[in-house]
């Protein structure tokens, strides 16, 4: 199933990475330096997204289907770190 990572840099500055893991494998990575989309082709129920990068105002994220935790998030102007679970698609 395909599955979308959406950002928004607030300030208009940023990076974001994102890691597909199935079973603790790598599936994959895309990342964007600008407000944007990280598509991911094949995602499963379970799958995990390891999620870096840094934006100099705030980022708002959202993966496309049901994760836990949910989304959308806010990271504050920073490093951006977090872990997400598909859960539904």
């Known amino acids: 199933m395909p ?3 959406n950002v928004i840099f607030k300030s ?3 990076q974001l990475n994102a ?3 199935r079973k603790g494998a790598s ?3 895309g990342s964007t330096d600008k407000t944007g989309t990280i598509p991911f ?6 799958d995990a997204f ?8 705030t980022a708002d994220m959202t993966i496309s289907v049901t994760t836990v935790p949910a989304t ?5 102007a ?3 770190f977090g872990s997400f679970t598909i859960t539904k698609i």
């Open 19 to 21: 890691e597909q893991f």
């Open 50 to 57: 390891s999620i870096s990068g840094a934006c100099a105002g």
């Open 12 to 14: 208009g500055v940023g």
């Open 27 to 29: 599936l994959g990575t």
């Open 72 to 76: 959308p998030v806010t990271f504050q």
């Open 41 to 46: 082709a094949d995602v499963q129920v379970g």
């Open 3 to 5: 599955v979308n990572i």
């Open 78 to 80: 920073g490093n951006i």
